[in-house]
């Protein structure tokens, strides 16, 4: 992406962004390890900022290499916009379709049995609407198949707890209730590796991650000695149960100390679940049994300058580079909602009301009471956040004003249960965050 030419008034604006993102790192509540933040503007980059580490030595105090923009991280749940972008290739292609059934692509009847005449879309399941749910686990060991989440005599079925009900009145039926699912995006996994005959990991570098450009990758063993030592661990500031910003950085995932990765194993997390890490053996894995193995929902591990292409993509109609990676018809779709939360009906779980709006892998901020980026401005952007393992991340643009902005923080030094948002439904990092970039960078922009 071509980089903005900035005029004196930007760069005085870019220099008040840096002493807030200092006062970020210096924080003495909660303070964040490495940060870095991006804007864009008129369709450019505007400015980049990356600041703290990426690794510390054994005290865990200590800062010994530098969080930058070749910095890979574990993006978590902006992972699957990487994901929705791989369905609308495939939609364009003839080989998907967004409001088929998808019994027809898993191979298996997939009906919420709450609600069984009533069919579960990619659409659904890329806006968060299939009524599936994560229950006490989505990610499951490479032996064990999808079905096994959804059929009564399955291992992980669990009294059914992976599907919706309305048993206190209210219609969570599929294409109706929006609930936040990261086992939407394993199913999606699944159908991938069914149609393709290829690994999910695989089939994302050939068809989204490589067209665009990018060494990013979904498999840790994809990486060499030198781009191993550009990924940075996640960090929390946690003494066994202890939290405070005085205990050293300690790692959560990703901390490889320079040794390579096998390409035949994968780490199973149920990072929102705080489950117990799995390393597990693909040698024998039965290609399109369990597309949770590689974390189609939140396993891409990606560096700032990559995420550039990204915010190109969105910025320029489907255009990285000069090629075009999907059709600007296919980005209009991911960036229409299809759901809307209605008070009267109930017919969400907002997470503290910050998503109220959702298309098929593309999140709006509406600026409502919870869903906004600033406390007394007006700003709406669409994109995606991610969270997981201390890190904290989104990429919000606004597609018609050419301009967005994208920040990362890799660890955090409190437990974000006691720091949520002062004036949204975000946590008080992503607060500091979104003000620190919009105010300074777009202090004019009001919707």
């Not at 290739?89 to 709450?114: A, H, Q, W």
């Not at 004036?423 to 500091?432: D, I, L, N, R, V």
């Amino acid at each position: 992406m071509e980089k903005l030419t900035l005029n004196n008034i930007e760069l005085e604006q870019i220099k008040g962004l840096e002493r807030d993102l200092d006062a970020m790192l210096s924080d003495p509540v909660m303070p964040v390890p490495g940060l870095g933040v991006m804007a864009f503007k008129d369709g450019k980059l505007m400015c980049q900022v990356a600041k703290g580490y990426r690794a510390f030595d054994a005290d865990g105090k200590t800062g010994t290499k530098p969080f930058t923009a070749d910095t890979r991280f574990r993006t978590a749940s902006i992972s699957k916009v990487f994901s929705a972008l791989c369905v609308m290739r495939l939609v364009e292609k003839g080989e998907l379709d967004l409001d088929e059934d998808v019994s027809t692509y898993l191979g298996f009847m997939l009906r919420n049995p709450n609600y069984p005449d009533i069919k579960i879309t990619l659409r659904m399941l890329m806006s968060h609407t299939s009524s599936i749910r994560d229950g006490s686990v989505y990610s499951i060991a490479p032996e064990y198949n999808m079905e096994q989440f959804f059929l009564p005599e399955g291992k992980y079925y669990a009294e059914g707890e992976h599907f919706a009900n309305g048993n206190d009145g209210i219609n969570r039926a599929p294409g109706h209730f929006f609930a936040y699912t990261n086992l939407n995006y394993g199913l999606i996994g699944t159908i991938f590796e069914r149609i393709s005959g290829r690994r999910f990991d695989d089939y994302l570098t050939e068809n989204i991650l490589e067209p665009m450009g990018l060494g990013a990758s979904f498999n840790v063993g994809d990486f060499t000695e030198d781009e191993l030592d550009l990924l940075s661990p996640l960090y929390q500031s946690v003494n066994g149960e202890n939290w405070s910003a005085a205990e050293p950085w300690a790692p959560q995932i990703d901390e490889y100390n320079g040794e390579l990765q096998p390409r035949d194993q994968v780490l199973i997390t149920n990072p929102d679940l705080h489950g117990k890490n799995v390393m597990a053996d693909l040698s024998d894995y039965h290609i399109g049994y369990n597309g949770t193995l590689f974390s189609p929902q939140g396993g891409l591990r990606i560096s700032m300058n990559e995420m550039v292409k990204l915010a190109e993509l969105f910025l320029n109609d489907g255009v990285v580079d000069g090629k075009q990676i999907i059709s600007k018809e296919s980005l209009d779709t991911m960036f229409t909602p299809c759901w809307t939360y209605d008070p009267e009906e109930d017919n969400g779980d907002t997470y503290d009301g910050l998503m109220t709006c959702y298309g098929p892998g593309i999140q709006t901020m509406t600026s409502g009471p919870r869903d906004r980026f600033l406390k007394n401005r007006n700003v709406v952007l669409s994109g995606h956040f991610g969270e997981a393992f201390g890190l904290l991340a989104g990429l919000f643009v606004n597609r018609e004003k050419k301009m967005g902005i994208f920040y990362v923080m890799n660890g955090q030094g409190a437990p974000d249960s006691e720091h949520h948002g002062d004036y949204s439904g975000m946590y008080q990092w992503e607060e500091h965050f979104c003000t620190a970039l919009l105010n300074n960078l777009f202090p004019d922009i009001n919707d």
